[in-house]
């Protein structure tokens, strides 16, 4: 089984490469890493968007035509692992979340498989969602952007 220190590793030398895409199978563990394309023409862009913009379900609103108060206001729950970003808990379920939905400080949002194990993510404030930013099954890697929560 892949210890820590070995997945570590892994994410280093994709990093070191600048691999898109990297896909490690050993002793029965299979571990994909999935970036985003980095390369200037894909993240060129002038004004901030979210990393995942392409499959935002409903995107925050330009800065220039934001009210300031109201966007650094937002709480950004962000992954905190590798894995892939589930909604509900199983595919006929209703999600956890929707956009609009008020939710309280520890209550589930989401949950992220790695290595076959199913990781709650929690709520950090009490609010009201305003984005969800992954769709369902889709890969998430450390420090991706998943809610923004107004507080």
């Excluded at 070995?6 to 299979?30: D, P, T, Y």
């Excluded at 999935?34 to 379900?57: F, G, M, N, Y």
């Excluded at 076959?116 to 009201?128: C, H, Q, Y």
């Amino acid at each position: 089984m892949m210890n820590l220190d070995e997945i570590r590793r892994v994410l280093e030398l994709a990093e070191e490469h600048s691999l898109l895409e990297l896909e490690v199978e050993q002793e029965g563990i299979r571990l994909r890493i999935k970036r985003a394309d980095l390369s200037p023409q894909a993240s060129v862009s002038p004004v901030p968007v979210p990393e995942l913009a392409s499959t935002v379900a409903e995107p925050l609103k330009p800065v220039a035509e934001a009210d300031t108060d109201d966007t650094s206001k937002l709480v950004v729950i962000k992954s905190p692992i590798v894995g892939t970003f589930f909604r509900a808990p199983d595919p006929k379920a209703k999600p956890f979340v929707e956009a609009g939905d008020t939710v309280g400080r520890g209550q589930v949002l989401c949950i992220i498989e790695a290595m076959k194990l199913m990781n709650e993510i929690d709520s950090e404030v009490d609010g009201e969602v305003v984005t969800i930013f992954v769709e369902n099954g889709q890969p998430v890697q450390y420090g991706d952007q998943l809610f923004a929560i107004r507080p």
